[in-house]
């Protein structure tokens, strides 16, 4: 079984093996005394341009403060990682609520995922690890078929049927209601009539009309349809529209504006 790859970096100009080999215990590797890791000291960010890409299963970052030289350094970090593996930033520092968001969330930003921290009394830590997949891969997502829950209806349940439910006074037809005036052989304004009938009629009843002058018009001159112009000052229809001879007048709108 191939050995894993291990970089442990570290911002001081001495670093100390054992220190290192402490951090290497806190990712889980066992039998540390037999790691040859690669050591690199006064690390940057541009320590790690000489360093293959993803060829490295664990990277151990050393500091003498929480701060991070930079931020670009877990990038690259990032970069030498090989998918799913193990980046570490170990202090001898105690933190506070405050530092430890901060550096987990700067591990989030670079896209580390299960970012988790913790401490010891002499020393804290926080450990994240690098995506299995890599940037831009692709899967399918397999659809499940959701199908309607069956409903199973028991031939012997009692069923009710809709119109049990409905009375009587239910079934009966209704009746239009009537309208606002009276309705019969002849039509007559009622007593709160609203629809003008009333007014037509009193208008009538001042010209003089019956109702069998208005139902059967008659003219002994042969003018009184034609109209006022050609009405005698005696006409019993002056003031009416104009009407053909044996049919009924009938008052338009106009006629119920007219002022007679």
């Known amino acids: 079984m191939a050995q894993d790859k291990i970089l442990a970096l570290t911002d001081q100009v001495v670093a100390s093996l054992n220190v290192i080999l402490d951090a290497i215990k806190v990712v889980g590797k066992e039998q540390?005394?037999?790691?040859?890791?690669?050591?690199?000291?006064?690390?940057?960010?541009?320590s790690l341009l000489s360093v293959e890409s993803s060829s490295m299963d664990v990277v151990v970052f050393i500091s003498s403060s929480f701060e991070l030289p930079s931020d670009q350094l877990l990038v690259n970090i990032s970069r030498v990682l090989r998918a799913g593996g193990?980046?570490?930033?170990?202090?001898s520092q105690s933190a506070t609520g405050k530092t430890d968001s901060s550096l987990k969330g700067k591990f989030l930003l670079a896209g580390f995922l299960d970012v988790l921290s913790a401490e010891n009394g002499q020393s804290f830590w926080v450990i994240g690890k690098k995506p299995s997949w890599k940037i831009g891969s692709s899967f399918s997502i397999k659809k499940t078929s959701q199908s309607l829950p069956k409903v199973q209806i028991d031939d012997d349940m009692d069923l009710i049927d809709e119109d049990s439910l409905l009375t009587d006074e239910d079934l009966k037809k209704p009746q239009p209601l009537p309208g606002d005036c009276e309705?019969?052989?002849?039509?007559?304004?009622?007593?709160?009539?609203?629809?003008?009938?009333?007014?037509?009629?009193?208008?009538?009843?001042?010209?003089?009309?019956t109702m069998d002058q208005l139902d059967n018009p008659q003219s002994a001159c042969g003018n009184c349809g034609l109209g006022d112009a050609f009405r005698c000052s005696t006409c019993p229809y002056k003031g009416l529209p104009t009407f053909k001879l044996g049919e009924k007048v009938t008052l338009s709108g106009n006629f119920l504006a007219a002022d007679i």
């Open 32 to 46: 540390v005394e037999q790691l040859d890791p690669m050591i690199i000291t006064q690390a940057s960010p541009d």
């Open 183 to 209: 309705v019969g052989s002849t039509r007559k304004a009622c007593k709160n009539c609203t629809c003008g009938r009333a007014e037509a009629e009193e208008k009538v009843q001042k010209l003089g009309l």
């Open 86 to 91: 193990t980046v570490l930033h170990w202090t």
